[in-house]
């Protein structure tokens, strides 16, 4: 036996127990070891799409020709436009994405409906109100947007319904169409020199406030969220909703309907209004209580409405809002210009296909933001991750089930500079997913995590050494549970399973209390022998004589002679006889095979 060739080495956790591994220069024929090049993929297999087939995307509104073709180039597209909720929730289990603008409601329901397999909703615009987050995150569904590409379209819309309104372009056309001719009647007022209050100075909010001091409009802002500073740098002052309210000629809304926004504007808030205000709503219909609106208009408080949007959509035809000759009305156009939809499209696009390619979408609605730079970096390590926790769940025989769980990052970085809310919930992948058959991913993680009562603690160790490489460990262990490797039980009584990243791949490097080091591919053979020549070629010939490549292999003994745990990576997964032999082998205490 060709033991001589092996390669003795410490690792640089601990020195408390010597290891034994083949290095990846050694052949050792007797084995039939083979050390290929690993697998590594380039890309984050957040959400599982199989990339095998080509996915499908449903497009359920109408979105631009250069997102389609985008879209085209990657997946099957099928645009079926103005759905029922029924043919949706029936079309839905044959779809991977689904793309929809503000008028499909994606509910509970068709997260249900889909069976699993809806894997990323993609909104064509900002406003995600028709989306039911919540049921999205619970299932696993990715929800992404296309923030940017509207902003100005919809801002140019609110400053149209502002001129418009203020100088009752519509009634008067309508009236001239009509035969009429109106003069003293559509007498308008003037924005110049009137105070506009932006209501919610984001994007389009300070895209309005800076179109209207063009205008030579006074321009205040209230928006709790928004810094001063980027206020003042375009002459607008934050003030108090009261503030705003009380002072506003004209008031424009641009902010996104929640729980807080909706009714923002009822009886009560109408009533602190300066008489005479004119009101802009370009963002939500739901912000208003379109009740009291027509109630203030009728008493005089509001002089004048022009609204593109509306609490239902298209609103009742024959409703007294619609209908009122002070309010202007447009059919939720505030995004519709060539060149918003053709941005919208193509932001949705990329945002759609890169999340069914694994990567994480920077404009994800419901999954952390994880910065490009830190994925990159991160990416050996979310691998290691996983398999970590697929090799500790892997181990337990019983007890109290997995309920409790500490990972433990060994890192040289200060510890505000190592986001590891991506490596928890690979972590969380790999524990639930092999005894479950909920998939798990980066968006439901946490939430699964806690459905299933497992609770996972996390605890940095701050290490010396150069803060180039993010982390140099990552520890599992399950507290609380039997083991079927009773060799994976640490002194403290865990589960123990340790691994870091070396030359970009993960590798497990301790088992219990027992150091090993095997690069964490194909499937895993954990055997605890007493430590004597002899034992490797014995296990490395039955697994040879069965056609069982060994793409790895280590053993980590607590001293000479004594137990000794050996760690075998194997590329196929060898048949129920071929484990009974080698449980056979004496000496052979105990043997678990894992797949990772
Ligand atoms: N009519 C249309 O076709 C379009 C409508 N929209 C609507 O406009 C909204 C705003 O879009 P963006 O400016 O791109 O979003 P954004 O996220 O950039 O800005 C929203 C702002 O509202 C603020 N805000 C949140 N709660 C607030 C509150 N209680 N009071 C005051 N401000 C509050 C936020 O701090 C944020 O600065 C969207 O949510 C969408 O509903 C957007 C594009 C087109
Ligand atoms: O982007 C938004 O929030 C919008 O309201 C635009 O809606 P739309 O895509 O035109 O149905």
Redesign the pocket.
């Known amino acids: 036996m060709a033991t001589s060739a092996t390669n003795l080495r410490t690792t640089s956790l601990s020195h408390k127990l010597s290891s034994l591994s083949i290095s990846s220069n050694n052949k050792l024929s007797a084995f039939s070891l083979t050390v290929r090049q690993p697998r590594l993929k380039s890309r984050f297999i957040v959400l599982s799409a199989n990339l095998d087939a080509k996915p499908t995307v449903l497009v359920a509104?109408k979105l631009g020709e250069a997102g389609l073709k985008l879209l085209k180039e990657f997946a099957n597209v099928d645009c079926s436009y103005n759905l029922s909720p029924e043919e949706l929730c029936t079309k839905i289990s044959l779809c991977d994405a689904l793309i929809v603008?503000?008028?499909t409601k994606v509910n509970r329901e068709v997260f249900e409906s889909s069976g699993g397999r809806l894997k990323v909703v993609g909104?064509?615009?900002?406003?995600i109100d028709n989306v039911d987050l919540a049921a999205a995150t619970e299932h696993g569904c990715l929800v992404v947007n296309?923030p940017t590409a509207?902003t100005v379209a919809?801002a140019e819309h609110g400053i149209s319904l502002l001129a418009a309104m203020a100088r009752n372009v519509a009634q008067a056309d309508a009236s001239v169409k009509a035969g009429k001719w109106q003069r003293n009647k559509y007498v308008g007022v003037s924005l110049v020199g009137k105070t506009l209050a932006v209501m919610g100075f984001g994007k389009v909010g300070s895209e309005v406030a800076r179109r209207a001091k063009g205008l030579g409009m006074h321009v205040i802002a209230h928006d709790p969220y928004a810094p001063a500073d980027r206020a003042r740098a375009i002459g607008v002052d934050l003030v108090s909703f009261e503030e705003a309210l009380a002072t506003a000629d004209f008031i424009s809304l641009h902010m996104p309907l929640t729980p807080t926004t909706s009714k923002m504007l009822n009886d009560e808030t109408f009533a602190k209004m300066k008489k005479g205000v004119r009101i802009v709503n370009v963002a939500?219909g739901g912000v208003i209580d379109e009740e009291a609106l027509v109630k203030a208009i009728d008493a005089g408080i509001v002089a004048q409405a022009a609204l593109d949007?509306f609490t239902e959509e298209p609103p009742p035809k024959d409703g007294n809002l619609v209908q009122h000759e002070k309010v202007t009305v447009t059919p939720?156009?505030?995004?519709?210009t060539v060149e918003a939809q053709e941005g919208?499209a193509i932001e949705i696009a990329e945002a759609v296909v890169g999340a069914l390619k694994g990567e994480l979408a920077a404009t994800a609605v419901n999954a952390p933001m994880v910065p490009a730079e830190v994925l990159t970096e991160l990416k050996p390590y979310v691998m290691l991750a996983e398999k970590l926790g697929r090799l500790a769940v892997q181990l337990v025989a019983g007890g109290s089930g997995v309920k409790s769980v500490k990972v433990t990052y060994g890192s040289p970085r200060a510890p505000d500079d190592l986001d590891t809310r991506l490596l928890r919930a690979m972590i969380t992948k790999g524990l639930i997913e092999p005894i479950s058959s909920v998939f798990v991913n980066l968006v439901n993680a946490d939430f699964t995590a806690k459905q299933r009562g497992l609770r996972i603690t996390e605890e940095r160790i701050t290490l010396d050494g150069s803060p180039e490489s993010p982390l140099d460990f990552i520890q599992v262990q399950i507290a609380n549970v039997e083991s079927k490797f009773a060799s994976a039980i640490s002194e403290t009584g865990e589960i123990k399973v340790e691994g870091q990243v070396k030359d970009g791949i993960p590798h497990l490097t301790k088992v219990g209390s027992f150091e090993v080091d095997v690069s964490l591919e194909g499937s895993l053979i954990l055997c605890r022998q007493v430590d004597q020549p002899g034992m490797i070629g014995k296990v490395g010939s039955v697994l040879g004589e069965e056609n069982v490549n060994i793409s790895f292999m280590s053993v980590g003994r607590i001293a000479p002679r004594k137990q000794a745990v050996m760690a075998i990576g194997v590329d196929e997964q060898p048949k129920k006889e071929t484990l009974k032999r080698i449980g056979e082998i004496p000496a052979i205490e105990e043997f678990v095979f894992l797949k990772l």
């Open positions: 509104e603008r503000s008028g909104r064509a615009g900002v406003g296309a509207n919809a939500r949007v939720h156009l505030g995004a519709s919208v």
